[in-house]
């Protein structure tokens, strides 16, 4: 399960509206760290990596981003303007935020602490590791 769309329900009344996060419920993978992504700056394109081994559930709670995603075989564009819809990205899928409103609050849930060494920074290295993962699990 490289990336997919999450739907979260809404749970509202005429108060207004909830969403509720719950790990191993609409979350795939125990939480350990939380953070967001705001007041970026016009036509900045972040990421630019992937992770060694790392789960992470994206969510533009306010405004809207893109996300491009590749898995090393195939490449993705995806929207993310809807409190309801989480994008779940796992480990060895090379990720690029863009297109921020001004307004955008990009909350991410992910299944560890923050560790550099988990990251890959670098593009031919991250098509490498993929490929030796993908002959690795044939
Ligand atoms: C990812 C995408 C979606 C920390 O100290 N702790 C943290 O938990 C994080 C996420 C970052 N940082 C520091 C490291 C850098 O000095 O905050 C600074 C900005 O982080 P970075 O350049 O990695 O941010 P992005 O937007 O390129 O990537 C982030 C996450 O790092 C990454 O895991 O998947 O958002």
Redesign the pocket.
């Known amino acids: 399960m490289e990336s997919k769309l999450i739907h979260f329900d809404v749970l509202g009344d005429n108060r207004g509206s909830l969403i509720a996060l719950e790990e191993h419920k609409n979350i795939p993978f125990k939480i350990k760290?939380v953070?967001y992504?705001f007041d970026t700056k016009n036509n900045v394109r972040?990421?630019?990596?992937a992770?060694k081994n790392?789960d992470?559930v994206?969510i533009a709670v306010k405004g809207s981003c893109t996300i491009h995603i590749d898995n090393n075989k195939v490449t993705k564009e995806v929207v993310l303007n809807n409190q309801s819809t989480g994008l779940y990205?796992g480990s060895l899928v090379w990720?690029e935020?863009y297109d921020f409103s001004d307004d955008c609050v990009l909350l991410?849930l992910?299944s560890d602490y923050?560790n550099e060494n988990d990251?890959i920074r670098n593009y031919e290295q991250f098509k490498t590791l993929a490929e030796n993962n993908e002959i690795s699990r044939e």
């Open positions: 760290r953070y992504i972040r990421g630019f990596h992770h790392l992470q994206l990205i990720r935020m991410v992910a923050y990251y």
